[in-house]
């Protein structure tokens, strides 16, 4: 039976990185504004979610410190590993202990990175205040105290609260069934406190969450159950019921389901939740995967919430594939600080977009780009258009490397002007849709983004090769800066 272990470490030190320092002088953790933030100095490094869990490769996952600073001899370069102490977690997504949402309490800082492992169920603590570059660990969580105190396993997003804790969301039971879903609390010190959600307001799938507190109001979205996702993707697992395609609105922070939204097949598999950065604006969007549909959810005239279809990808007809129809497959999407523009992936078929959503109902296509997916020439995959013809996608190479994969999850940088992508889904995912990535590696690629007419363009001098990891070629799969980003903080 594990136990919650806590490692000793002193970090009495004086904070060493530039952009976190800054953050902190002021007041609390973060920024007090989205356009205050939009203003802060340049990234430097960042952080890295990256597996071997699933690879064939036994060696713990660990969290990658990557050079960002085109200034640096290292820029573009691995400068740090930080490997976890357990074997086949599945590190996934990340988040801080403080965030922007804590601005106001100068009693917090952003230290902890917190990284739930979405197969074990265990929650790693990091600490990243002494040596932003070599961040250590500092507290691991094991799963029989998740499960034992809540019933819950399989945590995957982290956000913080502005009274100090952390929540998470679940995505199941420790079986593996949905219906044991829902949200973790952790202290401030990282003890689990046990749920968030008030009795009998579970939702009956978990995945990803944003709160918007000036409207009091979570939403939360619906992956699958893991027992079905973490083997791979069945389409009968669909129709079987065993993958979402609701909304869960909550009333903030009480805990209480007021409105569940059944999507229907516009909506199959929505993931990534995420609200307009000004915390006046009662609008957001989630990315359905499957249905490869953006929707956008908002806040009615008379009060409750409402939601339609914002964007559509419709499905490009293929040849040797498992399916005759291919969906762009939605998997991850940002939006800049000043609410601007919106940029989201489709790992199948492998395009970047941007979107101008100053009318959040109509977004407006302005930029594209593609940097992988499964029809690109090389491949035994063909598109075919309407009159018949067979197509392939012709894909640049960046410092002599071919890309692979499919662009998947995106951080974008605080002035809106720099995207960072990876390409690893979920490890049993990239075996059945990308098998190369298991054998040659993630990569990561920096895409510079126009916003003043819009479009994107691929830097030439950026390339993160996963695949010569010195313990072999490893997954690489969500992005974090030390001073915040445009995915994890919150403004309250």
Same mark, same amino acid.
């Given at each position: 039976?594990? %136990? ?53 490769? #036994? ?14 001899? $290292? ?24 965030? !922007? ?24 603590? %990091? ?28 945590? =995957?997003?982290? =956000? ?35 749920? &968030? ?6 939702? !009956? ?15 939360? $979205? !619906? ?97 040797? &594939? ?66 018949? #013809?067979? &197509? ?35 490890? !049993? &995912? ?47 799969? #969500? ?14």
């Amino acid at each position: 039976m594990g %136990v919650t272990t806590e490692l000793p470490s002193a970090f009495e030190g004086q904070h060493t990185d530039k952009h976190e320092a800054l953050c902190c002088e002021r007041s609390g953790p973060g920024y007090a504004t989205p356009l205050e933030a939009m203003a802060g100095p340049r990234e430097t490094i960042l952080y890295v979610t990256t597996i071997y869990t699933g690879t064939g490769i #036994e060696k713990p996952d660990y969290l990658a410190t990557i050079d960002v600073d085109p200034l640096s001899p $290292s820029y573009s370069k691995v400068v740090h590993r930080l490997p976890v102490n357990h074997l086949n977690d599945e590190l996934h997504h990340s988040g801080w202990n403080a965030c !922007s949402s804590c601005h106001g309490d100068n009693n917090v800082q952003r230290q902890f990175l917190i990284l739930p492992s979405l197969v074990s169920t265990r929650i790693y603590v %990091v600490d990243t205040l002494e040596n932003p570059r070599e961040p250590v660990l500092h507290k691991v969580i094991e799963p029989e105290d998740i499960i034992s105190k809540t019933g819950m396993a399989y945590p =995957h997003t982290a =956000h913080c609260l502005a009274s100090g804790d952390i929540m998470l969301s679940c995505l199941g039971d420790k079986d593996g069934n949905a219906k044991g879903c829902g949200f973790l609390l952790l202290d401030s010190k990282f003890n689990v406190k046990g749920r &968030w959600e008030k009795p009998g307001n579970s939702p !009956s799938f978990g995945y990803d969450f944003w709160y918007q507190p000036r409207h009091n109001t979570m939403i939360s $979205s !619906s992956w699958g159950a893991p027992a079905a996702f973490t083997k791979g993707f069945d389409p009968q697992h669909v129709a079987d019921g065993l993958y979402g395609r609701n909304l869960f609105v909550y009333s903030w922070p009480d805990g209480i389901l007021e409105q569940t939204w059944d999507l229907g097949n516009t909506g199959l598999i929505p993931l990534e939740v995420r609200f307009l950065h000004d915390p006046t604006k009662a609008v957001g969007y989630v990315a359905c995967a499957l249905s490869s549909t953006l929707v956008r959810f908002f806040k009615t005239n008379d009060g409750p919430w409402d939601h339609q279809v914002a964007i559509t990808v419709p499905p490009v007809k293929v040849e040797n &594939w498992v399916l005759p129809e291919m969906p762009g497959l939605i998997t991850d999407f940002v939006i800049s600080l000043d609410d601007r523009y919106l940029y989201f992936m489709n790992w199948l078929h492998g395009d970047i977009r941007q979107y101008n959503i100053q009318d959040p109902e109509k977004p407006i296509l302005t930029g594209q780009i593609w940097v992988g997916g499964v029809f690109h020439k090389g491949s035994q995959v063909f598109a075919v258009n309407e009159t018949g #013809e067979r &197509w392939q996608i012709d894909l640049p190479d960046v410092k002599g490397k071919p890309l692979r994969g499919g662009p998947q999850m995106v951080q974008l940088s605080l002035d809106g002007k720099r995207l960072y992508v990876t390409n690893s889904l979920f490890s !049993s &995912w990239d075996k059945q849709f990308y098998p190369d990535l298991i054998k040659q590696g993630s990569h990561m690629l920096q895409i510079d983004c126009d916003t003043e007419k819009g479009g994107l363009s691929l830097n030439p001098n950026f390339f993160v090769d996963f695949g010569e990891e010195p313990d072999g070629p490893a997954l690489a799969h #969500e992005m974090r800066y030390p001073g915040g980003d445009c995915t994890s903080d919150i403004w309250v």
